[in-house]
């Protein structure tokens, strides 16, 4: 993995949050509906494995610079 690839792939975690996040504010504030289990299972899953890949990534980003410092 390059540099590029790990800073989309973060980007890209960040942005699944937020769409959980407004997936939720749209169920219950502009549709007026009350909390499902849809709601939360989509939150908690969606969360749950962005955080993950988030933290996988970060990994990569913080090996692959390592590599790129001690590579000179």
């Not at 749209?26 to 549709?31: D, E, G, K, S, T």
């Not at 962005?50 to 790129?68: C, F, H, N, P």
């Amino acid at each position: 993995m390059n540099k590029n690839q790990v800073r989309y792939g973060i980007y890209a975690c960040i942005a699944a949050m937020i769409g959980a996040v407004l997936y939720a504010f749209v169920r219950l504030y502009i549709l007026n509906q009350r909390v499902d289990i849809d709601i939360i299972i989509v939150n908690i899953v969606l969360f749950t494995i962005s955080a993950g890949i988030m933290v996988y990534l970060s990994w990569k980003q913080r090996d692959t610079e390592m590599k790129e410092m001690f590579r000179d």
